[in-house]
């Protein structure tokens, strides 16, 4: 008879756990593609280079100053405190397009038509059709500078793109954050239902609306967070998983800080909805009559 009451008094609660554990992993899910995402766009735009080429009556000494005066402009992407650009003499464009083609254009050209290169990695914040554009505008300026160029077609299609997952995963996510809240408030009722005689009883020997809340909160506090610690138990697994079984995923979830966030959102989502589910429905025993607990 004992195992009996003990059973029907944590099976309900259990089984709040658990449901809130799978809504709060499918959100964990979601939340690992958007890291992914914006790890890849991150990524993306740090290779993409806008190419300076130089004239080609110039001297080392002018070559290099053309390369000191785009070190300084303010858009120049910098890594560990340096600034990422690349310059490129004719001759090591000449060795490499030979290397990689096994063809040596000079045997029939008779010259080296190449010119000298300055390969420049732009901050994030330029990283649109509009920005470049101008960066362009502002690098051909320049006095020595023959052209700078850059794959437009390949960064407006990457900005689009990029929107367009944004947009996806923000909405899926909305739409599982309702479901969830709906679902994870109709189970905690449920869970709560078997205690209404309960409620009612501290209410006639003269509880608070106040004292008759607070335990039930705390229990609905407490079951959010173990949901959310479950679930990031679960993620941590796909995540070790990926980092042991697809090469490059590591470039792609290695970053720990936003991971960490992650974690920490889902703890507080997960505590909020425990919370805020427990409060209506107590409160709504707590308002009910006596003919409606039946």
């Known amino acids: 008879m004992a195992t009996t ?15 809130l554990t799978i809504a709060l992993f499918l959100m964990g899910l979601c939340g690992l593609l958007t890291v992914m995402g914006r790890k890849l766009s991150e990524v993306v735009k740090q ?4 190419q300076v080429y130089l004239n080609k009556d110039l001297t080392n000494d002018q070559a290099e100053q053309i390369r000191r005066t785009i070190v300084a402009k303010p858009y120049v992407a910098t890594r560990e405190g340096k ?38 990695k732009i901050q994030e914040d330029y990283f649109s059709e509009a920005g470049l554009k101008q960066i362009k505008q502002d690098l051909q300026k320049i006095p020595g500078v023959f052209e700078a160029t850059y794959v437009e077609n390949f960064v407006e299609d990457v900005n689009k793109n990029i929107t ?4 996806v995963l923000s909405v899926f996510v909305v739409l599982l954050l309702i479901i969830i809240v709906v679902l994870v408030n109709n189970t905690i009722k449920l869970a709560l239902y078997s205690q209404r005689f309960t409620i ?34 679960l993620l941590a697994v796909i995540v070790n998983l990926g980092f042991k079984y697809i090469d490059g995923i590591y470039l792609l979830l290695g970053d720990w800080k936003k991971l960490a966030t992650l974690a920490v959102s889902l703890a507080f989502i997960g505590m909020l909805i425990g919370f805020i589910s427990t409060f ?15």
């Open 47 to 50: 290779n993409i280079e806008v």
């Open 280 to 294: 209506q429905s107590v409160e709504r025993y707590l308002r009910s009559s006596v003919d409606r607990l039946y």
């Open 164 to 167: 367009k997952i944004y947009l």
């Open 83 to 120: 600034p990422q650009v690349t310059y490129v003499s004719k001759e090591e464009a000449a060795e490499k397009f030979i290397k990689d083609t096994g063809e040596n254009f000079k045997d029939f050209l008779g010259e080296n038509p190449l010119r000298d290169g300055v390969f420049i």
């Open 200 to 233: 009612r009883s501290m209410q006639l020997v003269g509880a608070t609306n106040g004292f008759i809340r607070k335990p039930f909160l705390y229990r609905g506090i407490v079951q959010g967070l173990l949901s959310a610690l479950f679930a990031c138990g």
């Open 5 to 19: 009451q003990r059973r029907k008094k944590y099976l309900p609660n259990l089984t709040v756990t658990v449901s």
